[in-house]
């Protein structure tokens, strides 16, 4: 099966500790025609950095795009509630942080959230087994988790296909250095969401690096 007949979803991810670069970002992506962003929350604990708190910048933001809450966060509990009534439809949280992942799933349901398992890459996969039937969809970082703009690490797209063999109705997501070089990769193995940070972000035509995105994949 080609990447581009299983409509994979390419996501513009945004990591700041600046609220005006956040808007300046955001907006950005809307000339673009970008529908939705991923956007980076780090409590300065579960990784050595602080971001933004997102959702106080996103309630005065006018803006039709939606979001995707990616909580690099030792406590996803309390970094989940201020989130409802936003434009966050999506929540993503770390299986390295919580125990209970079912009963932040039924809060985020609650909430009319989606909810994802993100998994770093040298946690085992069977880290995974307690959220199936529960997590929305899954995301494999491909990245340590934290500054953006870390190496792409090769071995993650393996894991990747062997999570996708033998839960191929579940949707994957891939967070971390992906670029028309590492996408294809991704797309292979069976993911169906790619995040580009830095790549996006850093280029100087953003809506030019997303179609070379693309047309990675197609």
């Known amino acids: 099966m080609c990447a581009a007949s299983r409509n994979i979803e390419i996501v513009p991810a945004i990591l700041t500790h600046d609220p005006e670069e ?5 907006h950005i992506f809307e000339r673009a025609g970008v529908r939705r962003v991923h956007l980076d929350i780090a409590d300065g604990v579960f990784v050595p950095i602080r971001t933004i708190t997102g959702h106080e910048e996103i309630r005065r933001l006018e803006t039709p795009v939606e979001f995707d809450v990616h909580l690099m966060v030792a406590d996803p509990v309390a970094a989940c509630e201020p989130w409802r009534g936003t434009r966050a439809r999506r929540m993503i949280v770390h299986v390295e942080t919580t125990e209970d992942f079912s009963t932040l799933a039924e809060h985020a349901h609650g909430c009319q959230k989606e909810l994802g398992a993100a998994i770093n890459p040298e946690t085992p996969l069977e880290k995974l087994d307690a959220v199936n039937g529960t997590a929305d969809f899954v995301q494999f970082m491909t990245v340590h988790p934290g500054e953006q703009g870390r190496a792409f690490l090769p071995e993650v797209p393996e894991r990747i296909r062997l999570y996708h063999a033998n839960h191929p109705h579940q949707t994957v997501m891939v967070d971390g ?3 028309p070089d590492t996408a294809p990769l991704c797309a292979a193995a069976g993911a169906g969401v790619l995040v580009s940070g830095s790549y996006v972000v850093r280029s ?5 690096a997303l179609k070379a995105l693309w047309t990675s994949i197609s």
């Open 177 to 179: 250095g992906i670029t």
């Open 204 to 208: 100087p035509d953003p809506a030019a």
């Open 22 to 26: 956040f808007v300046r970002l955001v």
